[in-house]
């Protein structure tokens, strides 16, 4: 068939342009909300909101295709081309409108984003359209089974459940085989677990290969066979599905981290936060006005998952403000939760915690607590010491600090020789 | 009369779109986890995916043959498809109401409304679009009001919206139904007659 011909008679030619409207006005703002500034992963995460709107469009279009080339009889009439050579032409521009509308998010979330999408991930674009690509062919075996104007509103409302309903189910590893998951990357401490790339790609692979055969040679031994090959792509993709949990992402490697070592402390922090400078200055002078107030700040902050003495964990999911980096540097300077705890379940100190967390982010932000964050009493309390001597103050802090290491002691909530 | 019957498989339509309700009954409550859900804009059950195939059923039974064929019958062909179509869309509507009254939940009245809201958009877009391209557009609605048809701030649906209502909302019982008697009368009215849209000729 001429090139121009197909274009010109294709239903993906029409859907193409509703397809990509769809995406730009519809779905820009879901594309755009989470995005992890900065970060290229997140830009390709981000762009797969859309593979469940992609999917349904190519199994519609192809559903379409062949409900027309069933109502020509083309294949009753002892063509001279072979079944897959009069399919695959008709199809192909049905999967590259679904690539389309791909590309077309991934450009949306990357200029969201401010940075390219990061080559490390586009294994999970391809993924992605070999799932386009199993659901174009099971669109066109639909379009050839079902009476003719049934069969593309009922590929559509199919592929679209198909590819988007997985991820509600309340068992993990179905979301992984339709590449459901793909949105939860990535925050800045993650990449995409390469498990949950090729799970995808093998469930994909066996319906593709199944659909194929049932196309050339439509006879119930083929029927059999493609059931065969789908257990067979589903068998490969269940061992990484199921060693993912409920999240497709894993740690990112501690090796890029960006370490800033020409002042105290040390800041160690991913290179889409850090690079700039900025939160490590203004976590210095946190830290600075920490000290001045009494306290001791650790000689290391990192974002490393292994610490070494000396060490603490800061670091934070996207570029921070002020607030956050006053919280994390609290939450770095006081104690994590002790054994003992994780053990018995008993953690006497813990109604301190919120407050002291609250009094050493007042201290380093030198600004009372921002309201909304604390409980009343809470409030009301930092609010008291806040206005004690300095003496007073940190000696109420080092005690609270104390018994949060421990299980059994109890909390200091009152202001020692004040009227609290 | 047994002809027309024969040719729309009347029995075949009433027995799948009764099996559909039941099954929309069963399963309509699950939630299909759109993007759009993640901002607590609200929750999109299956209860608005399902009820679009009686009316792609209607559509399908109806427009198997070609619409030059039909239109020059001596009966009103057309007429007697608009009232199949409403016929089932009551049938529905007893049905859910019977089964809610029963002790089906609120799901029930979800259902019966969203069969009647897109038996209705397939009732305006088949005189216009052709029985093929208002089955595609019937079927793309769903996703549409999923996409669009949260009120930003995530206090509950457009009004336009109407199958993302939840099944006891009174303003949109009362709208669905508008939209079917709407959908039935422009339907069996035709104004624009045998004179055919471009969609209708393209895809015929």
């Known amino acids: 068939m001429l090139l ?37 992963p997140s830009a390709v995460g981000q762009a797969s909101f859309v593979l469940a709107f992609a999917a349904a469009a190519c199994a519609a279009s192809a559903a379409w295709e062949g409900a027309r080339l069933k109502r020509g009889g083309v294949l009753d009439q002892a063509p001279a081309r072979g079944p897959l050579a009069i399919a695959l032409p008709v199809l192909a521009p ?45 669109g066109y075996l639909t379009g050839r089974l079902l009476p003719g104007i049934a ?38 401490g993650t990449v995409i677990d390469p498990k949950a790339v090729w799970a995808p790609t093998a469930f994909a692979v066996g319906v593709c290969a199944a659909a194929l055969l049932l196309i050339r040679r439509p ?16 068998a490969a993709a269940l061992p990484p599905a199921l060693g993912l949990g409920f999240s497709p992402v894993t740690a990112r490697d501690d090796g890029e981290l960006v370490c800033d070592t020409r002042g105290r402390p040390h800041v160690c922090l991913w290179p889409e936060i850090g690079s700039d400078g900025q939160a490590v200055a203004q976590t210095r002078t946190f830290a600075a006005r920490l000290e001045a107030a009494g306290l001791q700040i650790p000689a290391t902050l990192t974002e490393s998952r292994d610490l070494k003495p000396g060490e603490a964990r800061f670091g934070f999911k996207s570029r921070p403000q002020s607030a ?52 009343p009493d809470d409030a009301a309390l930092v609010q008291r010491v806040l206005q004690e001597p300095r003496e007073k103050q940190l000696a109420w802090y080092e005690a609270n600090r104390q018994a949060l290491a421990t299980c059994d002691q109890p909390p200091q909530l009152t202001v020692p020789g004040g009227a609290g | 009369m047994n002809w027309w019957l024969k040719s729309r498989a009347v029995l075949t339509l ?30 999109f059950l299956l ?46 509507l007893a049905l859910t109401l019977v089964g809610h009254l029963l002790g089906a939940d609120v799901i029930a009245l979800t259902v019966g409304r969203n069969t009647i809201v897109f038996i209705g958009i397939a009732l305006v877009l088949e005189p216009l679009a052709g029985h093929r391209s208002a089955a595609v557009l019937t079927s793309v609605v769903p996703l549409f009001c ?38 039935a009368v422009f339907s069996f009215v035709r104004p624009f007659g045998t004179r055919a849209s471009w969609l209708r000729e393209a895809t015929a």
Not at chain 1, 6 to 13: E, F, K, V
Not at chain 1, 173 to 182: E, I
């Open chain 1, 4 to 40: 121009r011909t197909l274009l010109r008679s294709s239903s993906a030619t029409l859907m193409l342009p509703l397809l990509v409207c769809f995406i730009v006005f519809l779905l820009s703002d879901t594309l755009t909300r989470y995005v992890t500034e900065g970060y290229g």
């Open chain 1, 94 to 138: 049905v999967w590259l409108m679904g690539l389309a509308g791909l590309a077309t998010s991934l450009l949306i979330a990357s200029i969201a984003t401010g940075a390219p999408p990061a080559p490390s991930h586009l294994g999970m674009l391809g993924a992605q359209g070999l799932v386009l690509a199993a659901c174009t062919l099971s």
């Open chain 1, 151 to 188: 069969a593309a509103p009922i590929a559509l409302t199919v592929g679209f459940c198909l590819t988007a309903f997985p991820v509600s189910l309340p068992v993990a590893w179905p979301r992984h085989l339709v590449a459901g998951a793909f949105s939860e990357c990535c925050s800045v």
């Open chain 1, 219 to 234: 006879a119930f031994r083929s029927l059999v066979a493609a059931f065969l090959l789908v257990a067979v792509g589903t």
């Open chain 1, 324 to 375: 956050d980096i006053a919280m994390n540097l609290a939450s770095a300077v006081l104690p994590g939760m002790p054994e003992c705890a994780r053990r018995t379940g008993t953690f006497r100190a813990y109604p301190a915690r919120a407050p002291l967390m609250a009094w050493v982010t007042s201290v380093a932000l030198q600004a009372p607590p921002g309201p909304g964050r604390l409980s």
């Open chain 2, 14 to 43: 009433a027995g799948c779109t009764v099996l559909m309700t039941l099954a929309g009954l069963a399963f309509g409550s699950t939630e299909l986890p759109l993007p759009a859900l993640t901002g607590g804009s609200g929750r």
């Open chain 2, 47 to 92: 209860a608005g995916l399902t009820p679009v195939l009686p009316a792609v059923l209607w559509l399908n039974s109806t427009g198997r043959v070609g619409p030059h064929t039909e239109s020059t019958a001596v009966r009103a062909v057309a007429r007697w498809d608009t009232a199949l179509a409403t016929g089932l869309a009551t049938a529905v």
């Open chain 2, 146 to 183: 999923a996409a669009a048809g949260w009120r930003s701030g995530g206090v509950g649906a457009e009004p336009w919206a109407l199958i993302l209502h939840p099944g006891n909302s009174v303003p949109a019982f009362a709208a669905s139904l508008t939209l079917l008697a709407a959908g």
